[in-house]
T-cell receptor, first 114, second 114 residues
Framework: DSGVTQTPKHLITATGQRVTLRCSPRSGDLSVYWYQQSLDQGLQFLIQYYNGEERAKGNILERFSAQQFPDLHSELNLSSLELGDSALYFC?????????????FGPGTRLTVL | AQKVTQAQTEISVVEKEDVTLDCVYETRDTTYYLFWYKQPPSGELVFLIRRNSFDEQNEISGRYSWNFQKSTSSFNFTITASQVVDSAVYFCAPPAFNDYKLSFGAGTTVTVRA
């Protein structure tokens, strides 16, 4: 158990809908990262927050947004969902802002868009 | 731009055989870190090892060992006396020293048969 929690574990929805994925980092970790894992794109970095502020952006679509709250939990919002958004979404946390620190991954949220 | 290549897509071995996974990382950075993560069939990502680019000493931890050769940008990972529980997808993930994200390789699927 990494100490990172993600909810829900599974999510099934329809095209055009909007969903919110939630992540709670390990106790004391200030950085939260979001990754998307799909069959065709592999594991891709989406976005990072550090202590409530956006720190870095990766291949995140404009339809997607995220935020980190004062209690350090984070939410990833996916809107106008398309079939291609079906993927496993991981949240990771680390104690510092730089990626050379070990990242601890949550169990993931499997999103299925029908 | 940095590029990570895991040329081996799948490796299948019989229990107790050794398995070596290859990872080649191309970058202009002179200082960087390299990670290996494991993703078992249950789906979670598990941190295995972090090495830095200025430490070329090989390292052994239990049944795992690592061989880093800076001259060829290769960072290989060996599982000695493999077990069925080692069956997983193994990802090489090198961040640049000042980057904020992990850039995962495509992964190598290891299947250990009893």
């Amino acid at each position: 158990d990494s100490g990172v929690t993600q909810t829900p574990k599974h999510l099934i929805t329809a095209t055009g809908q909007r969903v919110t994925l939630r992540c709670s980092p390990r106790s004391g970790d200030l950085s939260v990262y979001w990754y998307q894992q799909s069959l065709d794109q592999g594991l891709q970095f989406l976005i990072q927050y550090y202590n409530g502020e956006e720190r870095a952006k990766g291949n995140i679509l404009e339809r997607f947004s995220a935020q980190q709250f004062p209690d350090l939990h984070s939410e990833l919002n996916l809107s106008s969902l398309e079939l291609g958004d079906s993927a496993l979404y991981f949240c990771a946390s680390s104690g510092d802002r730089e990626a050379y620190n070990e990242q601890f991954f949550g169990p993931g949220t499997r999103l299925t868009v029908l | 731009a940095q590029k990570v290549t895991q040329a081996q897509t799948e490796i299948s071995v019989v229990e107790k055989e050794d398995v070596t996974l290859d990872c080649v990382y191309e970058t202009r950075d002179t200082t960087y870190y390299l990670f290996w993560y494991k993703q078992p069939p249950s789906g979670e990502l598990v941190f295995l090892i972090r090495r830095n680019s200025f430490d070329e000493q090989n390292e052994i931890s239990g049944r795992y060992s690592w061989n880093f050769q800076k001259s060829t940008s290769s960072f290989n990972f060996t599982i000695t006396a493999s077990q069925v529980v080692d069956s997983a997808v193994y990802f090489c993930a090198p961040p640049a020293f000042n980057d904020y994200k992990l850039s995962f390789g495509a992964g190598t699927t290891v299947t250990v048969r009893a």
